[in-house]
Every structure is written in C-alpha cells, then in structure tokens.
C-alpha cells in the first residue's frame, strides 16, 4: 500500500514554476530513498491567503484520506489550518521561506514547520554586520519584502551588538514609479557603513543596478536579503561590487549533501534546483526518515528529536517544530563569466533563537497576507 501525500502549492512570480519545482525535489528525495512509489493529490491555493485553503486541506484529510500534507500557509490562517489537523490527528508538514516568526498557537505534535529561516538569517546577519561592518547602518527596504518580519530581525540582531539604524528608505508600492537616485542621494546624506537592503527579484535587480552606477558602488557594503541574490533570478552581471548575505544554504556549498542533491537535480531534470526544489527535497527527506514500508510511522505526531542530513547539512526541530540548521553561511554575491555565484567566505553558529520566539510572540503580524514570496 502506497502512500498518500496531499500537495497544496501557491503562485509565485518570482518563481513561477514553484509548484512543479517543489515536486521535483519532493519525487527526488523519494525516489533515493527506495520507497514504494506513493500517490500525490496535489491543489493549487492561489496566494495561500484565502481561507478556502482550509477548505481543501479538510477535503484531502477526508476525502483523499492522505497519511501527510505539504503546504504553503499564511501566516495570518495558519492558526487555523493547525487546529485543522490538530483536531484530526493527521500530519501536516507546513512549508514557508521564514519570512515571519511563529507563535506558541502554531505548535501542534501533529505539524512541523519547514522553514529556510530567513528572520534568523537576518537576526544573525545584523550581528555580524554590527561586529564586522561598523555600528551605523542605513536599511533600504521595499514596499513588500520590508512588510515580513526579516527587517525588524536584523535590526534586533543589530541592536543587540550596539548597532543603530540611522536612515530608513521605504519604496513605493508602485517600485517602476521610484527613482532610485532618491535612495543613492539619501545614502550618501546619511554616510552610513554599510547598507542593508530588503528586495526582491526585479525589483531587486533595479536596485543593483543602480547601486553599481552610483559612486557608491565598490566603497559602501550592501548586506543583503538571500532572495535579492538569488542566482537563479538575477542572471545578468550588473557589475554590483560589495554584496554579501546571510543564509541557512548556498547553493554554492562544498558540502557532499549539496553536491550530490546539485548534480541529481541537474541530472533529473535539466536545470540547476532553486530553493523551492530544496524546500521539496528536503520535505521528501523528511518523508522518508519516518517512513517504512511506504507508512508513516508517526501515531502520535512529529518526533522533534528528528534530524536529517540535507543539502544545507543536518536540519533539526525546535520547540516550536520549526526546522533549523547549527550553522548559518556569510555568502558573497560574486559573477564569474557566467553566472552569479554566492559564495560562502564565513561559517556562523547559530545563536539560540528562543529570546528571539519570545520577543515576537506578542507582536502581530501586519503586511501582506500572502506568504513571503507567493504573490
């Protein structure tokens, strides 16, 4: 007897293969690891803001009878989609980038976040910046990616090590109406040590290629969010100089896991993976670890103590069932002929993130409804 797998996937412009990337990467981790071949019941959410999205995740639990969910989730229902499969003793693997902290109402035996950890991410990037880049930052952020919680994690984290924000540009909810002169002439009022910039895909790649033009390029250090240096959307060299960023991956790591996951992927299916093909990848590892026979052997709900060895390296469960990896990789946004590459300059320990859970516990979500970054 196979398994049964319900499969809830968003849109995304940025990615909008990110449905069939995630299965890829899902299929492939499966396909490793000698499972009975299982059956998926997969549903498109829109935006994964509607509350319809609890509708169909009780038709898969009811009427698909599936052992496992995989799904996107809004932050702002994700209470409710847990209580769902709370109340029905049925698994439910939830799957976001991290772009907001969870709450004590998301924890569940029965649900396991899987997260790329961007807030701590961030967290962690504004220590090193306090410590490595100087104590006076400027935060250049647009109108959307500056609406999830990565912002006010770096500032945390800043603040922490005796950093303080002296500037703060907001794009317009319209980014092709900014003139970006508008931020380069704001930057240069400020005279800032380094400036840390929220953005993303086109938007993103506007900025880089406004920084590069300026007199800025090259003098001031940009740390920057994992999404605005994702190889696999800005393609063209824009001649940016000084970028870095922190992340719980790089696709670019020597690890062995990350080879191997790299050169499979390319293998199976003609491209190089994206970090939703990871999400799934690792999703399907997870599968796997607590499964036999094509069963999940998991009656009273997710074993925290779980660990699987990932492209990223070991991911682990904390008390909130939020997956997270010991270390975190400084990478810096270089091209070589090519393509961009980030590379990795600096290993960080993770810090222990449970002040961070506790300092956002009681802040609510504002911004947009959709998770980051399913618009």
């Known amino acids: ?16 293969a990110l449905g069939m990337d995630f299965l890829n990467g899902v299929k492939l981790a499966l396909a ?19 509350k319809t999205l609890i509708k169909t995740a009780e038709k898969l639990v009811l009427q698909e009878d599936v052992d496992i969910t995989l799904s996107f989730c809004s932050y702002f229902i994700l209470n409710e989609l847990v209580d769902l499969y709370n109340s029905y003793q049925k698994l439910l693997l939830h799957v976001d980038l991290g772009g907001n902290i969870l709450k004590k109402q998301h924890i569940s035996p029965y649900v396991a976040h899987l997260t790329l950890n961007m807030c701590q991410s961030a967290f962690e990037a504004g220590i090193w910046a306090a410590e490595n880049l100087g104590k006076k930052g400027f935060a250049a952020v647009s109108f959307y990616d500056g609406a999830y919680q990565m912002t006010a994690s770096f500032v945390e984290g800043f603040n922490s090590k005796g950093g303080e924000i002296c500037g703060f540009h907001v794009g317009s909810s319209d980014y092709k109406e900014d003139d970006p002169q508008q931020l380069i002439d704001r930057i240069e009022e400020e005279s800032p040590d380094f400036v840390f910039a929220a953005y993303s895909f086109n938007e993103g790649k506007g900025i880089f290629d406004a920084l590069a033009k300026s007199d800025l390029n090259g003098k001031l250090p940009i740390m920057a969010i994992p999404t605005m240096t994702d190889e696999s959307i800005v393609k063209e060299n824009l001649k940016v100089q000084g970028v870095v960023s922190v992340a719980s991956w790089s696709f670019d790591d020597e690890l062995d896991s990350m080879t191997s996951f790299n050169e499979k992927y390319e293998e199976s299916h003609g491209k190089t993976p994206n970090i ?42 904390n008390s909130f069932g939020e997956s997270e990896t010991p270390v975190h ?43 980051y970054i399913c618009t």
């Open 329 to 371: 990789k400084l990478r810096k946004f270089e091209y070589n002929e090519t393509k961009y590459h980030n590379n990795n300059i600096e290993v960080l320990t993770a810090s222990q993130f449970d002040e961070m859970y506790q300092k956002f516990e009681d802040i609510q979500y504002t911004g947009w409804m959709n998770p």
């Open 1 to 16: 007897m196979s398994l049964k797998i319900g499969v809830m996937v968003p849109r995304s412009d940025m990615y909008p």
């Open 276 to 317: 939703m093909a990871l999400l799934g990848y690792e999703a399907g590892l997870l599968i796997d670890a607590n499964g036999k026979d094509g069963q999940l052997k998991l009656p009273n709900g997710f074993d925290y103590a779980m660990r699987i060895t990932s492209p990223r390296g070991e991911v682990r469960f």
């Open 32 to 50: 490793e690891s000698g499972m009975p071949e299982p059956q998926f019941f997969v549903e498109g959410i829109g935006n994964a803001t509607d």
